[in-house]
């Protein structure tokens, strides 16, 4: 399994965790759009997520958006399924570890 390390500036290592927190909660909303085939509400959180996880460093969690996203827009609730759990998955783990460098730069964080 990947270690998911993202390397972030110090500046946002504050707003990290409730990042986090906000977008674990989203796992159910996600799941509950897939049962009622709510195609929107899967792509308006893949587009959220693509952004909002791409500004804080998250790219592998910004590319599970965009493939979500994607996979809203074609309808293809299949592979919203797979990426739902790619995104679940992602944010499962809960190890954490930060160094700063002299920079104040997070040189790793562990989701």
Known sequence: MSSNRITIDADLEPLIPRFLERRRGEIEQLRVALREHDLMTLKDIGHSLKGSAGSYGFDALSDVGAILEEAAKAGDLEASEQAVESYHGY??????????????QIISYAV
């Open 91 to 104: 944010l499962s783990s809960d190890r954490k570890s930060t160094r700063l460098n002299s920079s104040h």
